[in-house]
């Protein structure tokens, strides 16, 4: 056989795309080339190719012209995942290894010269892709669990060339299988380690119930970040569907998925510094690569010093907090990806952290703290929910021993389920998601309500926007009280939580 079919898939933001790798032998000058869009690191996969064909003791067509045709021709690939399939189309073309099994096979997995297949990227949204194509995958052994999640795939993993060279001759590979590990809620922060602070805690439930986003304002060390890493801890569980797509995302973006987080939601955290297209998605490279807004989609993202990110790093995330996507254009390509995220950020009052603070540190002039203010632009400000003033800890809150009775992220966690649960009987959706026509079919506010929030309206100049979203939040206060109609004290507490409307 001088002509060899492969089936292998190339990695296109979160999907995988279908690549057949062909691969002729033909007289002539000797040579090896790669056609069909290759990046730089499929470009050198003939070196690394040849090398563990030879290491494995089988022969490589030398005195040969090899072809390898990576199809679609159109469709950009990068990366070492088609080693693997690169090698055993070689061999099946020289009639070295038998080429029938690999016609039901996609096969990924980067080679060492040794021989040894090394994992790949995006291992999970390859084999979603294989099994809607009900067809097995070869896989490198350390992708093998990650694939396993899947549990409609027939998963063959492999740790050698040599290996699978040997299970193709006797006509049998080694199917793998894993039961899906469970995840361990006691490896998540606990609220209840948090001492006092127990209107920050009141406000996380809300958020959790609702899927609101909140920013937080407090002196340094008042536990800012201690309460951002436990709100994913009282958010309600990821259904399947959920958890497979959050899994798919990480394998994608991060380049594998560790089982032992199937199903907690993720948590992100960038620096600071981090730059725009970090943060949306985007880079250089001929695939569109998520970011952290992405990464975090079904999950928390959490901004730290918030006024210390860049204006234009802010601004971009105004679109993505109202449509739950981020659509990234470039030249050649687009890739649409979700970005359903709850937003949590964290300031200080001032630039030296001080202002208001009881010790009387802060020496920050009137203008110098309206500056540092600005940087957070007025239109993203309007679309977070929940803005509230964490103040330090007191001394005697934070020496006590620790109550028994302190409210653990489990007891939170079960009233934000209940709530949820209102929610989507009532619009199929959490109130944080819910359109203008919808807020006022579903939020319906009693005659005192409607004027307090009147009166909130001429107070802070809400805008619109601001409106609405006071209303879903009271709508989240009710569902936690299991009110089927919002009053007054749910508004009042909802206004209550625009601390930097009057501050800003």
């Excluded at 003791?57 to 399939?85: C, E, H, Q, S």
Aim: glycine residues 8%; hydrophobic residues 45%; charged residues 20%.
């Amino acid at each position: 056989m001088s002509l060899a079919t492969v089936l292998s898939r190339a990695q296109n933001g979160l999907t995988a795309d279908l690549v057949t790798v062909e691969v002729h032998l033909a007289p002539g000058i000797p040579s090896v080339s790669i056609v069909g869009l290759p990046e730089a690191a499929v470009r050198e996969s003939r070196d690394r190719v040849k090398a563990a064909i030879t290491n494995c003791g089988y022969k490589f067509p030398t005195n040969m012209r090899v072809t390898i045709n990576l199809a679609p021709a159109d469709l950009p690939k990068d990366g070492a995942r088609f080693d693997l399939a690169i090698a055993l189309g070689i061999l099946a073309a020289m009639d070295q290894i038998p080429g029938e099994p690999l016609h039901d096979l996609e096969i990924l997995g980067e080679l060492a010269l040794s021989g040894e297949v090394r994992p790949i990227p995006g291992a999970l949204p390859a084999a979603l892709r294989c099994a809607e194509a009900k067809r097995a995958l070869l896989l490198p052994q350390t992708n093998a669990g990650e694939a396993a999640l899947v549990r409609t795939l027939t998963i063959h993993a492999a740790t050698h060339l040599t290996e699978i060279c040997t299970a193709l001759h006797n006509g049998k590979l080694a199917t793998f299988s894993s039961a899906t590990t469970q995840p361990s809620r006691e490896a998540i922060p606990d609220l209840a380690d948090v001492r006092g602070q127990f209107q920050a805690k009141r406000v996380l439930e809300v958020a959790a119930a609702g899927g609101h986003s909140i920013l937080m304002s407090g002196p340094p060390g008042s536990g800012k970040s201690m309460l951002a890493t436990r709100l994913p801890g009282v958010l309600p569980p990821l259904n399947e569907a959920e958890a497979i797509e959050v899994a798919s995302i990480a394998s994608a973006g991060t380049g594998s998925f560790s089982p032992a987080r199937w199903g907690i939601r993720p948590y992100r955290s960038p620096h600071h510094s981090a730059s725009a297209v970090a943060l949306v998605g985007g880079g250089g490279g001929a695939t569109v690569r998520p970011g952290e807004i992405t990464l975090a989609h079904l999950g928390v993202l959490f901004l730290d010093e918030l006024p210390e990110f860049d204006r234009d790093v802010l601004e971009a995330l105004r679109e993505p907090l109202e449509a739950g996507r981020i659509t990234i254009s470039r030249a050649a390509r687009q890739a649409d990806f979700p970005a359903r995220f709850q937003l949590v950020a964290a300031m200080n009052p001032c630039p030296c952290g001080f202002l208001g603070d009881a010790s009387g540190k802060c020496r920050c002039t009137p203008d110098q703290v309206q500056r540092y203010r600005a940087k957070i632009s007025g239109p993203l400000l309007d679309r977070i929910d929940l803005q509230i003033t964490v103040p330090r800890i007191e001394r005697e809150a934070l020496t006590a021993p620790v109550a028994q009775t302190a409210e653990s992220s489990v007891a939170v966690r079960t009233r934000v389920a209940t709530a949820r649960e209102r929610q989507l009987a009532r619009a199929g959706k959490c109130n944080a998601l819910l359109t203008v026509k919808e807020v006022e079919q579903h939020c319906v506010a009693d005659t005192a309500a409607r004027q307090l929030l009147e009166a909130a309206m001429g107070r802070l100049s809400l805008s619109a926007r601001g409106y609405h979203r006071v209303l879903k939040v009271a709508r989240t206060i009710a569902d936690l009280a299991q009110s089927n109609t919002i009053t007054s004290a749910h508004v009042a507490e909802a206004v209550r939580y625009r601390e930097l409307d009057r501050a800003i």
